[in-house]
């Protein structure tokens, strides 16, 4: 891939340093093979005037209109890109859309040469309209493979209530970042707008959305946020399933211990 000049915006060097860290820290967990991953965040408050709007010939288009993203811009992974290479040079495997006022025509306001965004882009569009119709603060969106959090998803009659319930009954810390918990959404084929629909409308409940016998999805402030969530929850799995690979049943918290600690969090 050809070298795109340097992105010299220092209100964008935080989304930029944090693609990169995300990105090695989700190689170096095995949840990014090949080019599994993405990630994208709002950067529309922090482009300066010279980042263009979508032209009259559009890179793209949803087959979705977002009304709330009209004039959005999205820091955003390139297809096919590979997270190891994301963390040695984000500038060269991401680039930044502008979607036009229609809400469904995007143009690439800046990139490496050819730049296209993700497979995945109909969720990034779908999650990040549904946060802003939403008021939710929350501008990034990480997509990636955690290895236990799949494995659970491949338990026999999963429901979402089961999988929270285990999880949450592994450690405390879990109950306190997620207490709204994770969402299940039932297998759909990767990087379509049902997958993205879902999504979307899951984010509005749950800040962390687990696709059965794919990945996982977290919005948060920024992508670090994000990370901690996925890290914090796949932890959870990873306990589980080492204790019943150890040959036992986890004893787990009690209902009455999840539910002590879901109190205190309340203001």
């Known amino acids: 891939m050809t070298s795109t000049p340097p992105l010299s915006v220092a209100a964008l060097e935080g989304a930029v340093a944090q693609a990169a860290e995300v990105a090695g820290h989700l190689w170096d967990r095995g949840w990014a093979e090949r080019n599994a991953g993405n990630l994208s965040v709002d950067v529309s408050s922090e482009l300066p005037s010279w980042i263009p709007a979508a032209g009259p010939d559009p890179a793209g288009s949803s087959p979705v209109p977002y009304p709330e993203l009209a004039g ?20 060269e495997h991401c680039g930044i859309i502008r979607i036009a006022s229609d809400g469904t025509t995007f143009g690439v306001a800046w990139g490496p040469p050819s730049f296209r965004p993700t497979s995945e882009l109909a969720t990034h569009l779908a999650v990040h309209a549904a946060l802003r119709r939403q008021g939710n603060p929350a501008r990034a969106v990480l997509h990636s493979h955690p290895t236990e959090l799949i494995a659970m998803t491949h338990l026999p009659a999963l429901t979402e209530e ?9 450690t405390p810390e879990t109950v306190v970042l997620v207490p709204e918990g994770v969402a299940l959404v039932p297998y759909l084929p990767p990087g379509s707008a049902d997958v993205g629909a879902a999504t979307a409308r899951a984010v509005q409940r749950h800040p962390v959305v687990l696709w059965e016998k794919h990945g996982a999805t977290a919005v948060g402030t920024d992508l670090l946020d994000a990370f ?3 890290d ?3 932890k959870s799995a990873r306990l589980y399933l080492a204790c019943r690979t150890a040959g036992f049943q986890p004893r787990g918290l009690t209902e009455q211990q999840i539910a002590a600690l879901r109190r205190s969090l309340k203001p």
Request: no cysteine.
């Open 232 to 234: 914090a929850i796949n």
């Open 72 to 91: 959005r811009a999205l820091w955003i992974t390139a297809t096919g890109s590979r997270m190891r290479d994301v963390a040695r040079a984000p500038q």
């Open 228 to 230: 901690d969530l996925l």
């Open 162 to 170: 089961r999988l929270n319930r285990l999880l949450w009954s592994m």
